[in-house]
C-alpha cells in the first residue's frame, strides 16, 4: 500500500468534511516517527505517550497555522520537540532537579525501564549519550537513528546546518571517549 | 595571527563522523514499544481531543451563564440606584412637605398664627412645631450692647487739622502734589 502524500493529509485536514479521516490518517502515518524521536529524550514510554498525544493534539488544532514554509513532518518533528523538552523543563521545576541533572536522572532510569532493552555494549551509549547537553544529544540521536539530514534537523531545531555538523561532530567525539574510558 | 580551526570548513567535514561507532554499537533502537501501542493510539488521541472539546465547551457555557448573571446583577443595581431609590427619596419629601403645610394650615386655622405668619411660614415651609426643633443661632446670654453695636455713621477724628497733616508730611519727606 502507497503511503499517503502529506500534499493529500493537507488537503483531508484542510476540508470540514474530511478533517477527522485525514487526521487519523496523519497519525498512522507519523505515530511512530513522532515516538522514537520523543522517547530517545523524555526516555520514559509513559512520559513518552503523554508527550506523543499531546503533540498530535496540538497539530489537530494548530494545523490551519501550518504555512507549509517547511516539510509536513518537519512541523510535526519540531512540535515533538518542542512538547518533549516542555515536559523535561516542568520534571525539573516539579522535583527541583538541577537542569544538568536531568540527564543523569533519566540515565538511572534506563536500567528499572520495563520497555527497555540493550546489551552492555548499548546500555553504555545510551548512557554516553545523556551524559551529553540536551541539544547536542538531540542532534546526535537524530541523525544516529532517526538518519535526517542535516538541513532537516536544521529546520526542526532552528540551527544553521555547519553548527549542527559541528554539534554532532563533538557529541560522537564524546561518546567514544566516554565509551573508551568505561 | 588567524586562528586555526579545528573544522576548516564544511566541504572539509565529513556528512557522518559515526561509522565507526555504529560498526561497533550498532544503531537499532534499544527502546522497546508497547505491543499493540499504535492500535488505538489514533482512537485515544480522538477521544482526548473530544474530550478537551466537551469540557471546553462545558467551561465555555459556564462562562455565558457567568456573563449573564454578572449584567443582571448589574442591570439590578442600576435599576435600584437609578428607579428605585430616587422614587422614595420624591416620596418622602412629598410625604414630609405635605405634612408641614398640613400642620401651619392647622396652626392658622386654630388662631395660633395670624395671616401675615401664614404667608411667611409657608413660604419657608416651616410649621410652629418645626421653628421650635431649629435651635436659636445665637447664645442666650449673648446680647451684650458690644455685639449690639451698629455702624450708623463713620466718625472722623476732628481733632486734626491742616497744619498737622502738613507737617506729617514734611516730617516724612512725603510730596502732597503726588497723592
Not at chain 1, 74 to 103: D, G, Q
Request: aromatic letters at 10%; hydrophobic letters at 35%; a negative charge.
Amino acid at each position: 500500500m502507497q503511503p499517503v502524500q502529506d500534499k493529500d493529509l493537507l488537503t483531508l485536514l484542510r476540508n470540514e468534511n474530511s478533517r477527522s479521516q485525514g487526521f487519523n490518517m496523519l497519525v498512522v502515518k507519523y505515530q511512530e516517527k513522532v515516538y522514537r524521536m520523543t522517547r530517545r529524550i523524555v526516555i520514559s514510554h509513559e512520559d513518552t505517550d503523554d508527550v506523543v498525544q499531546n503533540v498530535f493534539i496540538k497539530i489537530w488544532h494548530h494545523i490551519e497555522d501550518f504555512r507549509e514554509d517547511s516539510k509536513l513532518s518537519t512541523w510535526i518533528y519540531r512540535i515533538a520537540v518542542n512538547e518533549s523538552l516542555a515536559l523535561l523543563k516542568s520534571r525539573k521545576l516539579l522535583n527541583f532537579i538541577p537542569f544538568f541533572s536531568v540527564e543523569k536522572k533519566l540515565s538511572e532510569s534506563l536500567t528499572d525501564d520495563n520497555y527497555f532493552r540493550a546489551d552492555e555494549i548499548s546500555l553504555k551509549l545510551q548512557q554516553s549519550i545523556l551524559s551529553l547537553p540536551t541539544r547536542q544529544r538531540m542532534v546526535f540521536n537524530m541523525r544516529y537513528y532517526d538518519g535526517l539530514s542535516f538541513e532537516e534537523i536544521s529546520s526542526i531545531l532552528n540551527t544553521s546546518k555547519s553548527a549542527l555538523k559541528t554539534s554532532y561532530h563533538f557529541a560522537v567525539q564524546k561518546i567514544k571517549k566516554k565509551l573508551s574510558e568505561d | 595571527m588567524k586562528k586555526q580551526h579545528y573544522i576548516k570548513s564544511d566541504q572539509d567535514r565529513p556528512e557522518d563522523f559515526s561509522e565507526d561507532l555504529k560498526k561497533i554499537c550498532g544503531s537499532d533502537d534499544p527502546f522497546i514499544i508497547p505491543e499493540h501501542y499504535f492500535t488505538d493510539l489514533p482512537y485515544r488521541i480522538q477521544k482526548k481531543i473530544s474530550t478537551n472539546n466537551e469540557v471546553k465547551n462545558k467551561h465555555h457555557g459556564y462562562g455565558k451563564y457567568i456573563i449573564y448573571g454578572t449584567v443582571a446583577a448589574a442591570l439590578v443595581i442600576l435599576f435600584v440606584f437609578a428607579v428605585l431609590i430616587p422614587a422614595r427619596t420624591e416620596k418622602e419629601v412629598k410625604a414630609n412637605t405635605g405634612n408641614t403645610y398640613d400642620n401651619i394650615i392647622v396652626e392658622y386655622l386654630s388662631d395660633k398664627i395670624d395671616e401675615n405668619t401664614l404667608i411667611e411660614m409657608s413660604s419657608d415651609n416651616l410649621s410652629l412645631v418645626d421653628r421650635e426643633k431649629i435651635p436659636d443661632i445665637a447664645p442666650a446670654d449673648d446680647h451684650s450692647p458690644a455685639n449690639n453695636t451698629e455702624i450708623t455713621d463713620i466718625q472722623f477724628d476732628t481733632s486734626v487739622n491742616n497744619e498737622d497733616i502738613i507737617e506729617y508730611f514734611l516730617s516724612e519727606n512725603i510730596d502732597p502734589e503726588i497723592l
